[in-house]
């Protein structure tokens, strides 16, 4: 696991916490197109509600203005339980989702979400205790990766603090790989 994030519990209300785990330029040479371009996000979830904006961040590496060029990695939970995660290519929002309820409130989660950024034909995997779960692709594919730029990277929430994850989350780790097999268990 990455020396950036430190394996501890933190609770979180919904609202304006978060904790930063550094600049978007650390993290974009880690996972970025300034490292191998390829993530695995490990994570204890507990939801206890939709947090900010209904839209509760797991993680946000990177956002800017919400302006196409900048560069984003992040995921969050939806009202129903849907596990989405989010990124750019050619300055386009490429949206990928779980086709079912992923997890539930007030109940432990393990939830691995790994991808490759190498082609934009690819669409992330995402685990919930140790089971893959269907993805749906919302948005085509892309030919150039915008990778992560502009703001801090945060777990919990964004750089701004208007989507707040409300529960906690435990033992968060980033790899610059894709985890398979056993890595996955729990």
């Known amino acids: 696991p990455s020396i950036y994030v430190q394996t501890a ?11 930063n785990i550094g600049t978007a330029a650390v993290w ?23 947090g900010g904006g209904s839209l509760g961040r797991l993680f946000e ?22 596990i989405w995660f989010n990124t750019l290519w050619d300055d386009t929002w490429k949206d990928f989702y779980t086709s079912a309820a992923a997890i539930s ?25 140790g089971v893959e779960q269907t993805v749906t ?18 777990i919990g929430n964004y750089k701004g603090g208007s989507y707040g994850f409300n529960g906690q989350l435990s033992d968060v780790a980033v790899w610059n790989d894709i985890l398979s097999g056993n890595l996955l268990n729990v």
């Open 137 to 154: 692709a919302q948005d085509s594919a892309g030919s150039d990766w915008n990778a992560i730029k502009v703001t801090d990277a945060c």
């Open 105 to 129: 409130l007030n109940t432990w989660a393990h939830v691995v979400i790994t991808y490759d950024a190498t082609a934009g034909a690819n669409v992330p995997k995402i685990y919930v205790n």
């Open 9 to 19: 519990s933190c609770g979180f209300d919904g609202a304006d916490m978060g904790v």
């Open 61 to 82: 590496f990177g956002r800017g203005n919400e302006a196409a060029a900048d560069g984003i990695v992040r995921a969050w939970t939806t009202a129903t339980e849907l």
């Open 28 to 50: 974009n040479d880690i996972i970025g197109d300034g490292g191998t371009s390829k993530m695995s996000f490990s994570m204890w979830v507990y939801k206890v509600g939709d």
